[in-house]
């Protein structure tokens, strides 16, 4: 894949404004309409390993057309087709089944990033149960509103090209050769790094961790290899401004193929189906067909445009990547901030594989029975011999809060192992 994205750095801090206050002035502005979603698909398969999820029609509340949001994912496989599809059948439940019911548009996103993080957790617990060594990428795009979520483990891309023409990269790539910050967690958390050695020592290829030989840091499933290579994701949440902007989500065979900007450059100005399919045509003509790939292209515009608007031609040939700051946001009650990027409005941004870290301590207790609930496979547990709720490190029976986040025994080895760490003699822990 190119790796044309460079940060920048403009030497001025952002501006930062709490997202209530966004959705107050929306509302007092009168924007508050939701856009009109328009997306379309395209796909050329080489091995045939590449799915997709399209849901434009969901709702927060059942019943309630106001709520509705829309979700977006690829899933890049390799080594077979198995851990794909069970992604693509599973992911997005396990995500809604980790946000609690009944809050409010604001609370929800706020919850939304946690949420994605314990979801694609519990994906690849529940697929390594079934013993098969496949595994995948996994990139999943949820829109509500003018507000876009992304979530990614792998090198599956995400783009955002605004009605500036400012091009936006809303994940990070999660491959060895070219992200030396994992690297160093794969090394640090006993995995080997190295690149394909041939009789008389030669080595070839781009870097991969062994055992397995798997090019990337981040996938779901990929039993074989080793548990440091992990599927917390990148998390990045943004706003769009009234004019609305193009997301482009696809898989490596395309940003093997065109950078970002290329891409996006490639299908301004055309409705979301035929731009998916010219996204793919460029991509075959640049380099042929090397592996599968497949392109959506999803359009958010404002509900009296029947397809989004070209970008003014003297700004088309400006970039900006909007890479992670580790430790950009977390939940320790203060308010959620953005700083404005352009006419993109970043709300989160995380991208840390310290499963403690992105999930947070806002993690209740049930009822006043005591039983907790695992903040990824989301099972209640009540107290046991193992564990008192009274007497762990964590819990404050003042406030019958758990300081957590509280990981049942399944999950809690599955954190130490991705860090890692040996199994210990009680794993019933926080």
């Excluded at 898989?251 to 409705?271: M, N, Q, T």
């Excluded at 029947?306 to 939940?331: E, V």
């Excluded at 762990?392 to 300081?403: Q, R």
């Excluded at 760490?421 to 794993?427: D, I």
Aim: proline content about 5%; some cysteine.
């Amino acid at each position: 894949m190119a790796t044309d994205i460079r940060p920048r750095d403009t030497g001025l801090p952002p501006t930062m404004v709490p997202l209530a206050t966004l959705i107050g002035r929306e509302l007092r502005g009168g924007k508050s309409e939701k856009p009109a979603i328009r997306y379309g698909h395209a796909a050329f398969a080489k091995r045939g390993e590449d799915y997709f999820l399209v849901r434009p029609d969901c709702l927060r509340v059942p019943g309630d057309a106001s709520s509705s949001f829309s979700v977006f994912a690829i899933f890049d496989g390799h080594n077979g087709v198995s851990a794909a599809v069970f992604a693509k059948e599973h992911l997005l439940d396990h995500v809604m089944s980790a946000i609690p019911q009944g809050i409010g548009r604001e609370e929800w996103l706020q919850t939304l990033p946690r949420a994605l993080v314990a979801g694609f957790v519990k994906t690849d617990i529940d697929f390594q149960r079934k013993g098969e060594t496949s595994g995948t990428t996994a990139t999943l795009v949820v829109v509500d509103g003018w507000t876009v979520t992304v979530a990614s483990v792998g090198d599956s891309r995400c783009i955002l090209d605004s009605q500036d023409g400012v091009v936006s990269l809303l994940t990070v790539d999660h491959r060895l050769e070219e992200n030396t910050e994992e690297r160093e967690r794969v090394t640090a958390s006993g995995g080997e790094v190295g690149r394909l050695n041939l009789c008389g020592g030669k080595e070839i290829g781009p870097l991969r961790c062994w055992p397995g030989g798997l090019c990337l840091s981040r996938s779901i499933g990929d039993t074989d290899v080793g548990e440091f290579i992990v599927p917390i994701p990148h998390v990045k949440q943004v706003k769009l401004s009234s004019a609305g902007g193009r997301l482009i989500i696809a898989s490596d065979g395309i940003w093997d193929a065109l950078s970002s900007e290329l891409a996006a450059k490639a299908c301004r100005g055309l409705p979301a189906e035929l731009a998916a399919k010219l996204v793919v045509k460029e991509a075959l003509r640049t380099s042929g067909l090397k592996d599968d790939t497949t392109c959506l292209v999803v359009d958010i515009i404002p509900t009296d445009h029947t397809h989004l608007p070209l970008s003014p031609r003297k700004q088309q040939n400006k970039f900006k990547s909007l890479l992670f700051r580790k430790k950009s946001q977390n939940f320790s009650g203060k308010p959620n901030k953005l700083s404005s990027v352009g006419s993109v409005e970043e709300l989160f941004e995380e991208g840390s594989a310290m499963l403690e870290e992105r999930l947070g301590k806002r993690f209740h207790l049930k009822d006043n029975s005591g039983h907790l609930r695992c903040a990824i496979c989301q099972m209640d547990q009540a107290p046991n011999n193992d564990l008192s709720v009274t007497s762990v490190d964590g819990f404050c029976p003042a406030s019958n809060l758990w300081e957590g986040p509280y990981l049942c025994a399944d999950c809690w080895r599955k954190k130490d192992a991705m860090e890692g760490k040996r199994p210990r003699e009680s794993t019933m822990s926080r």
